[in-house]
């Protein structure tokens, strides 16, 4: 039981960074309109995430430096500044994405509008990340995050075609309604779910909270080799299990609550409490990594005390960072912002920025001045280099993509 919860930093980072709010809406709609012809770019996704995942928690552990004090190192003051503005702007984007939708779920099961909870979520998110240590929330988030496993369990109660899943998965291709480009939008959409920047700083600033060295190198490895694959697992059983249930019925995802569908058409009302208490779980643990990693980047930029288990009176800025970055999210969601098109909207945006933050994480996984005998390898090195280039590729189609399909309308 201890190994498993010294799992419980990849886990909580699986949980809240790859199954959050933008992977239940993109996971559900792509299943919805595409059935499994875009799981390519979940596998892709996950694949990259958890090479520079491990590649971060290995320059944490080893150069023992977080990710934003690697990035001012390696790029300079001034180029640092732009990425670290470009950073948080995302991030922000993010959270409010996530407050809206946790809100969501408030809404489905009280019916009361989902704006009444978003100042009560926003509250809620900063107590967490004010009062409770990071081991506390890594083990309740991790651990609660798991329901989502209902929706394997559903694949198997509902009566799925496994022949036609494989073949969607091993034969990807366009519907002619949708289009190459709307296609294209969404294959984005999914691997920016997977590989959103936030993850990385949290991965590495949790790394460095936990005191790790060369010598946990081992425990970072299995965090980051579990915890992202299953991620990655999560986000292609719910778009399968949208496309045994929503995509027969013509239903096109507008709302969280019909993501949960198949769960309840499989088990009932148990499958909807599993459903929902993963969401919960996914969405503000998602929240909490959101501003966490904004008071890390800035903190760590900056040079100020940082650390989520230090008291306010000793890290003031950190603690003062994360409380701007909850109220401007919170305000930002208060204007009626559709919730679900602000989601779709910053994953995509968070694609285009990947190579911004992944950038400098590669070069000084490779400097031995820093890694000594831990830089990459060669075969470490290919994978790294292509999978940049890909989302180099990404960041100048992103924005042209969003205004030609109307985000994804």
């Known amino acids: 039981m201890s190994r498993l919860f010294r799992l419980s930093l990849g886990i909580m980072t699986s949980i809240g960074g790859f199954v959050d709010i933008g992977n239940l809406v993109t996971s559900g709609i792509s299943g919805a309109r595409f059935g499994m012809s875009l799981t390519w770019a979940i596998i892709a996704g996950t694949i990259a995430m958890t090479l520079y995942g491990e590649m971060a928690g290995r320059v944490a552990s080893v150069a023992r430096r977080p990710v934003f004090h690697v990035i001012r190192e390696r790029l300079g003051v001034r180029t640092a500044m732009l990425n670290l503005v470009a950073f948080v702007l995302l991030a922000v984007l993010t959270l409010a994405a996530e407050i809206g939708g946790l809100a969501l779920v408030l809404e489905l099961v009280t019916g009361v509008n989902y704006l009444v909870w978003v100042p009560w979520i926003g509250a809620a998110m900063w107590l967490v990340v004010w009062w409770w240590r990071i081991s506390v929330l890594e083990n309740l988030f991790g651990m609660l995050g798991l329901t989502l496993l209902v929706f394997v369990v559903a694949l198997f109660a509902l009566p799925t075609d496994w022949g036609a899943i494989g073949h969607g998965v091993t034969h990807p291709w366009v519907p002619a309604?949708?289009?190459?480009?709307?296609?294209?939008?969404?294959?984005?959409?999914?691997?920016?779910?997977?590989?959103?920047?936030?993850?990385?700083?949290?991965?590495?600033?949790?790394?460095?909270?936990?005191?790790?060295?060369?010598?946990?190198?081992?425990?970072?490895?299995?965090?980051?080799?579990?915890?992202?694959?299953?991620?990655?697992?999560?986000?292609?059983?719910?778009?399968?299990?949208?496309?045994?249930?929503?995509?027969?019925?013509?239903?096109?995802?507008?709302?969280?609550?019909?993501?949960?569908?198949?769960?309840?058409?499989?088990?009932?009302?148990?499958?909807?409490?599993?459903?929902?208490?993963?969401?919960?779980?996914?969405?503000?643990?998602?929240?909490?990594?959101?501003?966490?990693?904004?008071?890390?980047?800035?903190?760590?930029?900056?040079?100020?005390?940082?650390?989520?288990?230090?008291?306010?009176?000793?890290?003031?800025?950190?603690?003062?960072?994360?409380?701007?970055?909850?109220?401007?999210?919170?305000?930002?969601?208060?204007?009626?912002?559709d919730p679900i098109t602000l989601t779709v909207v910053s994953v995509v945006l968070g694609a285009a920025a990947v190579p911004l933050t992944y950038f400098p994480v590669l070069t000084v996984a490779n400097d031995r001045r820093y890694m000594g005998r831990y830089v990459n390898r060669r075969w470490v090195n290919g994978l790294a280099v292509t999978f940049l280039l890909g989302m180099t590729v990404v960041s100048v189609v992103a924005l042209p993509l969003i205004f030609i399909t109307k985000a994804g309308q």
Not at 216 to 221: A, V
Request: aromatic content about 12%; charged content about 10%; overall charge neutral.
């Open 177 to 337: 309604q949708e289009g190459h480009p709307m296609y294209l939008f969404y294959a984005i959409s999914l691997f920016g779910a997977c590989v959103t920047p936030y993850q990385v700083v949290f991965f590495a600033s949790g790394g460095r909270e936990e005191h790790w060295t060369a010598k946990d190198l081992r425990e970072m490895r299995l965090n980051a080799l579990i915890g992202f694959p299953l991620g990655g697992l999560l986000s292609v059983a719910i778009m399968a299990a949208a496309v045994v249930v929503l995509r027969p019925a013509q239903i096109d995802v507008s709302h969280l609550g019909q993501v949960a569908l198949p769960v309840v058409e499989a088990l009932g009302p148990v499958g909807l409490v599993l459903a929902l208490t993963g969401f919960t779980a996914a969405i503000f643990a998602a929240g909490v990594e959101c501003t966490l990693s904004i008071g890390y980047s800035v903190a760590q930029f900056f040079g100020w005390g940082w650390g989520k288990d230090r008291p306010p009176r000793d890290a003031p800025r950190f603690h003062l960072a994360c409380l701007v970055a909850v109220v401007v999210a919170t305000a930002f969601i208060l204007t009626s912002i």
